[in-house]
């Protein structure tokens, strides 16, 4: 499990090891990791080529422009500046708020014998000052490498001008950026970006993961994320977290053997319509894929489901009447019309866990969501959720976190929400939001929704609590994807035939 923290419970973590250290040990550590850090990357053993024609691979010789803020993490970066300058590195520090400055790491910058600029953020709009900024955006687009200090855990809003432009400089002309803690500009804690902000190709963070190194639109400013261990203990809850394999695979359910169908799990599906048909086909499809005894499907599709899936137990009156189910999926492709919405009632109406899908989130009614007993798990894309929420789909997608905790909490339900990345959250806010990363873009395609409802829904059948049917369904649906794409464009039902060699991916390990 990866676990992302809180700026909050970060700062507390660090005073409470650092009363208990000599000054400045827990700085160096930081340094010492990101001085390792940029130099596997100068040898070419980073996530992106640092080595520029004329250059050979390593530390000695390179060009390296340490962008330094005014707090803590300019401070890391000038120490591990120090670090690679004593190497046998060209070290160049721009101090954005040189008034400011970590004195420690200056004064180990410039004994390393690193040169050190001051590039007052202030000056970078004064005629006065044209020529110098100039001058080191220059330095920039020359460096083998660029290191972001700017802000850290003490960062608020968007990078200002002089600094979004340096960050620029790099960033154009395709120099590797290493980002400290967190790329300067995101908000670490809701990985929201308000503002201009750095996107690096490394982020080496301390300690643990920030929810913006996880969460979009932040997280696609992080490129690859290396976490250094500098000795934290953070004894309280997350704020989010992502499975990884090995807690995939001890949630998947395993028949035994005296299982039966039944005991496996019976997930009902009532999806599809006249008009999309379609959509109960790749739900039932999901379904079966994810280990579901039996799967009851209930709605028009009946003889669409049952030609192509004859495995289905069939039938196209109200769901209720067609007999004992562990979970209901319910909402695929249903439609807009009265008879649609009767199917959803109907539905939460049982005493058993219900997902609602796409269409069926038009009738929801939170009064009696919330005098549920079973487990409702919702499962919109942004744009149902703006819906639900009565806000703009920007909004969500610019919000991503906030507005899957405001739905669990106001809905009384589990939410999934769909996208770029996937979030989790439960009704319980002291849950973590668990944040699925096996997504690829290619899943963004006609009714690939529609499987990963089968396959939640299918794990709820077999027992899972809505978060874990949700969260490991995501990631089985996630990496499906990504086997049946490898690299080309999938449909829905590539994904839904690929679930298998996902489910032997995760149990593998
Ligand atoms: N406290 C510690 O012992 C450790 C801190 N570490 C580093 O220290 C960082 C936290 O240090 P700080 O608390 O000083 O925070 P920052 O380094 O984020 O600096 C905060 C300061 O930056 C300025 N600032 C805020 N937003 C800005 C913006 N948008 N543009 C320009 N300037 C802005 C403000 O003056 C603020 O006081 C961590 O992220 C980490 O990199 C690490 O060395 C690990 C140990
Ligand atoms: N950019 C993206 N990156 C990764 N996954 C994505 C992206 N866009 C969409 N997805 C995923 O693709 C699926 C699309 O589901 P949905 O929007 O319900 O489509 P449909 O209604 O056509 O089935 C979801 O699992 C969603 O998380
Ligand atoms: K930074």
């Known amino acids: 499990m990866r676990h992302a923290h809180s700026v909050q419970a970060v700062r507390a973590a660090e005073s409470e090891l650092m009363a208990r250290l000599p000054e400045g040990a827990l700085m160096q550590r930081a340094a010492a990791g990101l001085a390792a850090a940029c130099a596997a990357l100068l040898a070419g053993r980073g996530p992106v080529p640092a080595v520029r024609p004329g250059r050979g691979p390593g530390v000695y010789g390179a060009r390296v422009v340490l962008l330094v803020g005014a707090g803590g993490n300019g401070g890391d970066a000038l120490y591990a500046g120090a670090r690679l300058a004593r190497r046998g590195a060209g070290v160049a520090a721009l101090l954005l708020a040189p008034g400011k400055a970590h004195r420690g790491g200056l004064t180990a910058l410039a004994a390393a014998g690193g040169e050190i600029i001051e590039t007052a953020e202030e000056t970078a709009t004064d005629p006065a000052y044209a020529a110098h900024w100039h001058h080191v955006e220059r330095m920039l687009t020359r460096a083998d490498l660029v290191v972001d200090g700017i802000t850290g855990l003490g960062g608020r809003g968007g990078l200002r001008t002089g600094a979004a432009r340096l960050a620029h400089a790099a960033e154009a002309d395709k120099v590797p950026v290493v980002a400290v803690d967190l790329p300067s500009g995101i908000d670490a804690d809701t990985g929201e970006v308000h503002g201009p902000a750095v996107t690096a190709d490394l982020t080496v963070t301390f300690g643990t993961h920030k929810p913006g190194l996880l969460v979009d639109p932040a997280r696609e400013h992080a490129g690859t994320v290396r976490l250094i261990d500098i000795g934290l203990d953070l004894p309280g809850p997350a704020a989010a977290e992502a499975l990884q394999h090995a807690d995939v695979a001890a949630l998947l359910p395993r028949p035994a053997p005296e299982s039966d169908k039944y005991r496996r799990g019976v997930v009902g599906i009532c999806a599809g319509s006249a008009r999309y048909p379609g959509a109960a086909v790749l739900c039932v499809h999901g379904a079966l894929r994810t280990g579901a005894g039996a799967v009851r499907y209930a709605g028009p599709g009946d003889q669409a489901v049952v030609a192509r899936f004859p495995e289905t137990l069939v039938s196209s009156g109200l769901p209720s009447e067609a007999g004992r189910v562990q979970a209901w999926v319910v909402g695929p492709g249903l439609g807009e019309d009265e008879e649609a ?144 794409a490898d690299g080309a464009p999938v449909d829905a039902q590539d994904v839904a035939g690929a679930l298998p060699a996902a489910w032997r991916d995760v149990k593998r390990g």
């Open 341 to 484: 919405g009767r199917r959803v009632a109907d539905v939460l109406a049982q005493d058993v866990p219900v997902l609602v899908d796409a269409d069926g989130l038009r009738f929801l009614d939170r009064d009696r969501l919330r005098a549920r007993t079973a487990p409702t798990l919702l499962t919109p894309h942004a744009g149902e959720a703006a819906r639900l929420l009565g806000v703009e789909r920007e909004h969500v997608e610019a919000a991503r976190l906030t507005s899957v905790r405001r739905l669990a909490s106001e809905y009384g339900a589990t939410v999934l929400l769909k996208g770029s990345t996937t979030l989790v959250a439960a009704p319980d806010e002291s849950m973590p939001v668990r944040v699925n990363a096996t997504g690829t873009p290619w899943l963004a395609t006609a009714g690939s929704g529609d499987v990963l409802s089968g396959v939640a829904g299918s794990l709820l059948a077999a027992g899972l609590s809505a978060r874990d049917a949700a969260s490991a369904g995501a990631y089985l649906h996630g990496l499906a994807a990504r086997h049946a």
